[in-house]
């Protein structure tokens, strides 16, 4: 198990995820698979904070300062920050589907064509 | 933190103050009119703290105030937009007035929503940092969903569920972007990350010196793509524009774009400023720039919907303003450097004014007559005189004849676009201005000739005509006297010569 293979999960989910909100009727599907893209990027941050920036460390482990060690967690940081926006994002996504709803009897994005013309 | 931190972030702090004193002033207020005024008086306390910023970087004469662990910086570039957006705002909170008294209650809501997301844009436009970016990056978006949806009926909630879902998938493709990009250089900061490309050197025999870099760029585009709403990511603009309050449109269409490219201009010039980078995405933007203006301006001509209509004119104008990133000029010859971001400021100037003065003359006429078609316009030239004054202005200027600030801004950002060697983009940039002089000009037919539907005429309340007139006065005076503003976003773009040393 390498960097390799994390950054392949990482690229796997991502694009599924992509496909799905690119493809799917159903809007709360839709945002399942905005969140699957959420979390690919979740995980390829961490992998990249883990395998990839520690690369003076690597040269000599007990040299860890506290500037190596900030950039060590920027990436888990960055984690963190995403999951938070992401649940306002669906929070607020889920509302307005809820609104949609009261109006229309249907969550299906295809149906959303009122403007088309 | 300290409180060197906090008088850098006072803009940001004191507008983001400013609404919640609006939601809970809605509680007491009886009179709901005020709420308005509080919200435009209000403004000059934010408005105040940029000018002081702005009076002590000039003392100060380092150009630059960073803070906040180096995530902010203060300069003329971010406090340039910082007017902007507050000027915006005020125009959008003055031209919503009729617009919010048909919602009863949440007045309160719906002016701290826009002023929220006005506190998102001013912080993206002093963020030097990819994390931060993401977080004022949805700070502006998120309540613009909720604004989108406000009405809450069909039309307005279809709007706000496109604008979420398509404003999501963007930002995880933007995060997407932004990851390999710090898996690359292992910094989220922008100067640093310039600093460690340069540090592992670009490879000439990899697209943009490396392919974690070129998908990491790649994607960055697309997802401010979305943002800025220019081809081929520009899908969502015209149903959310015309389901959206009108009010909403007009944010979205100034304020909303200005925030984009202050955000790609910083991470262009920043982040990636080496030579052969800055050729490979000048490219990219150069083919982006010709598609969105031309699809923009084709799509335009068969639309009948006024809202519809000045959406595909957006896309067109990302497109002309994307002409002002396409022209960074290559290092070697001896061009004006900032000839592009100048041209970009000085335009977002000039297409402020203009729109907003198109949009507040739509949501009054609009107001009034209930509906977006624009075969409903007609008449207005005897129905509203001044409205239709207004709106001819704005849409001559938009189509860039002198002598409107449309033709100046036009003008400027083509001419950066020659020195820079893409001639064919200026003539590509001018053949659209004609084409889409046709659908504008439809418009101003309509009004003046077409016999009015009914003789009643069309009421503009004090604030919507306070706010048309300065929009009106701006394009008109910056058309025949541009110096000034042209002044303005030179001082501003030049605090990116900083980042260009390198």
Known sequence: ?117 | MTGHDLYLLSPELSMAGLATILVVLDLFLGRKDLLAWVAVLGLLLPLGFAISLWVGLDRDGTGQMAGLFDTLSVDKFSLFFKFLFIGTTAAVVLTSTDYVKRLGRLQGEYYALILFSATGMMLLASTTELITIYIALELTALPVAALAAFMRDSRSSESGMKFLILSAISSAVLLYGMVWVYGYTGTTNLEEIARRIGDVGLRGDQPFGGYALLLGVVLMIAGFGFKIASVPFQMWAPDVYEGAPTPVTAFLSVASKAAGFAILLRIFYVAFPWEAMSLEWSAIFAILAVASMTLGNLVAIPQRNIKRMLAYSTIAHAGYLLVGLAAATSRASEGNLLGGPTGILFYLGGYAVTNMAAFGAVIAISNKTGSDRIEDFAGMARRAPLLAAVLTLALVSLTGVPPTVGFMVKLNIFGAAVDSGLTWLAIAGALNSVISAYYYVRVVKVMYLSPPAAEERVPSPLPMTVAVTVAMAGVAFFGVYPAPLLDFARTAAATLRIALIF
Request: with cysteine; charged share 15%; proline share 2%.
């Open chain 1, 1 to 117: 198990m390498g960097l390799e293979s994390f950054l392949a999960v990482g690229a796997i989910i991502f694009c599924i995820g992509l496909y799905g909100a690119l493809t799917k009727r159903n809007a709360i599907t839709v945002l399942m698979c905005i969140e699957l893209m959420f979390t690919a990027v979740n995980i390829t941050a961490v992998t990249l904070s883990r395998y990839v920036v520690p690369a003076g460390l690597a040269e000599n482990p007990a040299s860890v300062s506290d500037d190596v060690l900030q950039t060590l967690l920027t990436g888990q940081v960055f984690t963190i920050f995403i999951i938070t926006v992401a649940a306002a994002e669906v929070a607020l996504g889920l509302a307005i589907v809820m609104a949609v709803f009261k109006n229309r009897e249907s969550v299906f994005v295809t149906d959303a064509t009122e403007m088309k013309h």
